[in-house]
């Protein structure tokens, strides 16, 4: 019996249990493999439930874990760190036919693991206003000039509601004021211990992108711009400041 046809076995209960199997006490292992199955596969769904609330609220628990299953059953766990288990069901969400009928659902988990990847992140301090003031004081740097940002920090932009969706089941909102056809750009953040969900302009998130893809500030400044010309360069600096979201300052090293 090899572990490669038991881990099938026990994700695929359309499989027979492997050959081999014994209890110690002389029960039938079929059944004992079946309740051990069923325990692995519960387990599972559980750990999604507890990543995606959000998700599995907008579409009630019997149909989330319904889904879960077969996700369960066709993605098993790569790592023993159960925390980041999920990664690939919000793409899993967009090619469900059941859930078709709701567009935002795959967002709305994606914007749910971006929150778990920020609260593992690692924790860097953020720079303090006074190098930021040096740093653009001089002008002619500033074409060069590269910001890195926390690792905590993500952006999604989305077709959907997915802020104020994700807003009115933290009880931030009212869920009947929401209209979820409406794009909305969330920025995700780890502000000391808190993680933290925005609602940001679209090019605010263009901005932030482009600095993550190491491009100068200029650029990304440009980019955004190029957007909307009312870009508030400075508004989205001073928030990114603020949530001491900015680790350092250099000169760019690869994209100009």
């Known amino acids: 019996m090899s572990e490669q046809n038991f881990s099938a076995a026990l994700l695929n209960p359309d499989l027979s249990i492997p050959a081999g199997l014994t209890t110690w006490n002389g029960s039938d292992p079929a059944q004992r493999f079946g309740i051990y199955r069923n325990n692995i596969i519960v387990s ?66 994606r ?28 002008d002619a740097a500033l074409g060069t000039l590269g910001i890195t940002l926390h690792p905590s920090v993500a952006v999604l932009a989305s077709g959907s509601a997915v802020v104020s969706l994700w807003a009115a089941h933290q009880g931030i909102m009212e869920l009947s004021t929401v209209a979820p056809d409406v794009p909305e750009t969330a920025l995700v953040l ?54 001491s979201a900015i680790t350092t300052l250099n000169p760019l090293r690869r994209l100009s």
């Open 44 to 109: 599972l769904i559980d750990a999604l439930a507890d990543t995606f609330e959000v998700t599995q609220e907008l579409v009630g628990e019997e149909f989330f874990r319904a889904m879960a299953r077969l996700y369960a059953c066709a993605h098993p766990p790569h790592s023993r760190i159960m925390a980041f288990y999920g990664d690939s069901f919000p793409e899993f969400i967009a090619k469900f036919p059941p859930a078709a009928c709701l567009p935002y659902l795959a967002d709305v988990a």
């Open 111 to 138: 914007l749910e693991y971006l929150r778990v990847i920020a609260h593992h992140a690692a924790d860097l301090p953020g720079v303090g206003a006074d190098a930021v003031a040096s740093a653009f004081s001089d």
């Open 190 to 243: 780890r502000h000391g211990l808190d993680v933290e969900v925005m609602q940001i302009p679209v090019a605010a998130g263009v901005f932030i992108n482009a600095l993550q893809q190491g491009y100068s500030l200029d650029t990304a400044a440009a980019n955004a711009a190029h957007i909307d010309d009312e870009f508030d360069l400075i508004g989205v600096l001073s928030l990114l400041l603020q949530k």
